[in-house]
Every structure is written in C-alpha cells, then in structure tokens.
C-alpha cells in the first residue's frame, strides 16, 4: 500500500555538500509537492511540479533546486548545504480533480546538515 | 501575510472531552478547500477532513466535524469524546489555483495534548 516514498527517513550532511532528496510516488499523480518543516512555523512549501519537466517556486525556494524528470519522481536538490537547511523534508502528490482527499504525502526525511 | 492562521500553539484538554482547534483563512478565490491534518509522533501526514468553498453543509468524518463559517473566513475542527491517541500536531490548510496548478498552504499548527 507504499504509494510517496522517499529515500531516505534521516540524513546528515556537512556544510557545502550537494545533496539530493529523492521522492517516488506510485499513484500516477500529475502535482508533486516539496515542504520543509520546521517548529512554529508549520509546513511551508519550497517547489512544486504539475508536470514532468515543469516547476514552479513555492514560498521559500531560495537554496533550493528541484528536478522532475518521470512524472513519478521529484528531487529536491540543496546545491550547498548550509545550517539553515537542518529540518523535516515531506514530499506530497496529488491529482487534480480530486479534491477531497487528493493530497498524499510521504513519511518524510530529517536532514541534519552539520 | 499569513494566509492560514492557527492562534493555538498548544492545547490540553481532558479525555472524553470534545476540542476545538481553531483556523482562520485568507483567500481571494470563490474556489478553494480546506483540510485539517494530524501528525503523530512518528511523523505521517493523515488526512482527517475536507470542506469545499461550495459545500453548504458542514463536513463530518467520524468523531471530526469541521465548522465552517464563510463569511468570517473559519474553518474550526472540532473532535467529540477526544481519545489518547488523539494527542498530536493539528495542521489546517488550504487549496487554492486553478485545476492542475494548485497548491495547499498550511497553518503553523497546535499541539493538541490529551490528558488522562
């Protein structure tokens, strides 16, 4: 019943690195979502894509990048990791037209960038 | 400006008891849906209730209702006979864009603590 995985549940990182978080979806939703979330300020989104090789930029994509090249995947890329970018990463698909419970997420990576 | 606001950081509310958890919106859109989530401990997002801008009737999901009041832009989910295992982060949000292009913006959240 996997339908938004992502690759990996917990990550560490140093300053600098390029780091890549992966998320697969297996309902062949069109919308894919990247969140960040962070204490007191809620789930806030960073990119998303209604479409292979489309993006748009969310609210906070500043050090951010993403790649969409199958529809059922969507990479987050940190070009240089920094401190600031320590938190919970969720990645989220949806199908347009269903509008009740059409938002899936997955269960999420805490990246710790030292 | 915030477009979901969530003015409860944290709650405690005695077992049995029914909580509601506040949610006020701004939106300029006719079309748009609201949702409130539940995050466990562990981590997952689970989807507890929907209501459409258009819906006239308030949406109800078991124990869940959600109080919607158009006109002032609130869209309160109240739990009846709160259980332990209700204990969680609460998140409302929002869907707004037009088909195809939408998105959900979410609150900051309130940490709902049931006591025993």
């Known amino acids: 019943d996997v339908k938004v995985t992502q690759s990996s549940r917990y990550l560490v990182k140093r300053t600098g690195e390029k780091v890549f978080l992966e998320c697969v979806q297996d309902?062949?939703?069109?919308?894919m979502f990247w969140y960040r979330q962070d204490p007191g300020l809620g789930l806030r989104l960073i990119y998303f894509?209604?479409?292979?090789?489309?993006?748009e930029k969310g609210d906070i994509p500043e050090g951010y990048s993403v790649s969409r090249e199958k529809k059922e995947r969507f990479s987050l890329i940190l070009e240089s990791a920094s401190t600031n970018q320590t938190s919970m990463y969720l990645c989220?698909?949806?199908?347009?037209?269903?509008?009740?419970?059409?938002?899936?997420f997955g269960s999420g990576t805490r990246l710790t960038v030292v | 400006a915030q477009k979901i606001t969530q003015t409860q950081p944290g709650m405690f509310v005695q077992e049995k008891e029914a909580v509601t958890l506040d949610c006020t919106y701004d939106?300029?859109?006719?079309?748009?849906?609201l949702f409130w989530y539940k995050q466990p401990s562990s981590g997952e997002m689970i989807f507890l209730i929907y209501?459409?801008?258009?819906?006239?009737q308030n949406a109800t999901e078991g124990r869940y209702s959600l109080n919607f009041q158009k006109a002032r832009k609130s869209a309160n989910l109240v739990i009846s006979a709160s259980q332990l295992g209700d204990s969680a982060m609460y998140f409302c949000a929002m869907r707004e864009g037009s088909f195809g292009n939408e998105k959900l913006t979410f609150g900051t959240g309130t940490r709902l603590t049931i006591i025993p």
């Open positions: 894509s209604y479409d292979v090789k489309m993006k």
């Open positions: 939106t300029s859109d006719q079309s748009y849906g």
């Open positions: 209501q459409g801008s258009y819906d006239e």
């Open positions: 309902m062949d939703h069109e919308n």
């Open positions: 989220a698909s949806s199908s347009p037209g269903r509008r009740v419970d059409g938002y899936t």
